[in-house]
C-alpha cells in the first residue's frame, strides 16, 4: 500500500526564515511526486511534479527536490503570503492513476 | 495553468434537500475527474473516482446511492448528496486530470445541512 508522511505537521516561521518540508513516501513504483498548495476555504493549487531522484523544480522561494524516499519543499527567505497548507501526493506506476496525499503542513510566517 | 472551475461555493439547506454540486475543466478534457470530502484541518478524503461515459468508482465506505455522480463529457462532473443530513455537511472538493497528469483542483464547495 502506498504511504506518504508529511512533516512537520505545522511550522511557525519568521519573515525571511528559510526551512523546509518534508514527504517521505512509500510506493511500489513511482509515476510521479506532486507538490500543491491550499488556502484554507480554498482547494489545493498545483505547484510541482517531480518524476524521477535528483530532480529539482522550481518557482519563485520554492524548490522542491526528490530522492528515491523522500521530497522536501524548500523555502527560501519566506513571507507572509507563503502561510498555507502544502500538500504531497505521490502517485504509483500502473493501475490506476489515483494518487496518494499526504496529511500536510501547516505553514504560518510571521511578519 | 489549468482551470477547474466548481459550482456552488456555499451551499445552505434543510436537512432532507438533495443538492447538486458541478465541477467544470474549462481548458482540458478531463479523462477522470476525483471527488473529495475535506474535514477541517484534515487532508483530503478521497470518495470517488469517475471517468468520462462510465460508472463512478467509490472509495470504501462511501455510499453510492447517497452520493450520485455523472461524469457526463469531458468537461463536465456533478456530485448530488441525496436527502442530505447535517452529518453531510463538509467541504466537497472536485479535480480533474487527464491522462495521469497532475490534478488540477476546484475551489471546493462548503455543504452546510441544517
Known amino acids: 500500500e502506498d504511504q506518504v508522511t508529511q512533516s512537520p505537521e505545522a511550522l511557525r516561521l519568521q519573515e525571511g526564515e528559510s526551512s523546509s518540508l518534508n514527504c517521505s513516501y512509500t510506493?511500489?513504483?513511482?509515476?510521479?511526486l506532486f507538490w500543491y498548495r491550499q488556502d484554507p476555504g480554498k482547494g489545493p493549487e498545483f505547484l510541482f511534479t517531480l518524476y524521477s531522484a535528483g530532480e529539482e523544480k522550481e518557482k519563485e522561494r520554492l524548490k522542491a527536490t526528490l530522492t528515491k524516499k523522500e521530497s522536501f519543499l524548500h523555502i527560501t527567505a519566506p513571507k507572509p503570503e507563503d502561510s498555507a497548507t502544502y500538500l504531497c501526493a505521490v502517485q504509483a506506476v500502473g493501475g490506476s492513476y489515483i494518487p496518494t496525499f499526504g496529511r500536510g503542513t501547516s505553514l504560518i510566517v510571521h511578519p | 495553468g489549468a482551470v477547474v472551475s466548481q459550482h456552488p461555493s456555499w451551499v445552505i439547506c434543510k436537512s432532507g434537500t438533495s443538492v447538486k454540486i458541478e465541477c467544470r475543466s474549462l481548458?482540458?478534457?478531463?479523462?477522470?475527474m476525483f471527488w473529495y470530502r475535506q474535514f477541517p484541518k484534515q487532508s483530503l478524503m478521497l470518495m470517488a473516482t469517475?471517468?468520462?461515459?462510465?460508472?463512478?468508482?467509490?472509495e470504501q465506505g462511501v455510499e453510492k446511492d447517497k452520493f450520485l455522480i455523472n461524469h457526463a463529457s469531458l468537461t463536465l462532473s456533478t456530485l448530488t448528496v441525496t436527502s442530505a443530513h447535517p452529518e453531510d455537511s463538509s467541504f466537497y472538493i472536485c479535480?480533474?486530470?487527464?491522462?495521469?497528469?497532475?490534478?488540477?483542483f476546484g475551489d471546493g464547495t462548503r455543504l452546510s445541512i441544517l
Open positions: 510506493v511500489s513504483g513511482l509515476r510521479g
Open positions: 481548458d482540458f478534457q478531463a479523462t477522470t
Open positions: 469517475s471517468n468520462e461515459g462510465s460508472k463512478a468508482t467509490y
Open positions: 479535480s480533474a486530470t487527464s491522462l495521469g497528469q497532475p490534478q488540477h
